[in-house]
């Protein structure tokens, strides 16, 4: 079995910064792509940021020029570094990634999120 692991969240003023990471575990042939998502109280997940494997990254909108996604393929390893961050980015930051468990055989898996709380 697949297991991703999030870390880093935590209480943060309005214009501090966290790091995320990621962390893929068991056995598999190779991760794809990776997102990082949210999900605040009272309503739905959203994409936040999503890295392939060759490092092509896109952002969600209101995370561009403030979140840095980035991967560490040796580690089986994704972050999300988080600046100037809001009062609005308070949600529950889950990992996700494609993952080819064996030959032509994928697996979308996700982690049991992080929680991230930004005061005002």
């Known amino acids: 079995q697949v297991q991703l692991v999030e870390s880093g969240g935590g209480l943060v003023e309005a214009g501090g910064s966290l790091r995320l990471s990621c962390i893929a575990s068991?056995?598999?042939?190779?991760?794809?792509?990776m997102r990082w998502y949210r999900q605040a109280p009272g309503k739905q997940r959203e994409l936040v940021a999503s890295i392939t494997r060759g490092g092509t990254t896109n952002y969600a909108d209101a995370m561009k020029g403030r979140f840095t996604i980035s991967r560490d393929i040796a580690k089986n390893t994704m972050y999300l570094q988080m600046n100037n961050l809001k009062p609005d980015d308070t949600a529950v930051y889950y990992c996700?990634?494609?993952?080819?468990?064996?030959?032509?055989?994928?697996?979308?898996?996700w982690g049991q999120g992080t929680q991230v709380a930004v005061s005002s």
């Open positions: 996700n990634a494609n993952i080819e468990i064996y030959s032509s055989t994928y697996r979308d898996s």
């Open positions: 068991g056995g598999f042939i190779r991760i794809n792509t």
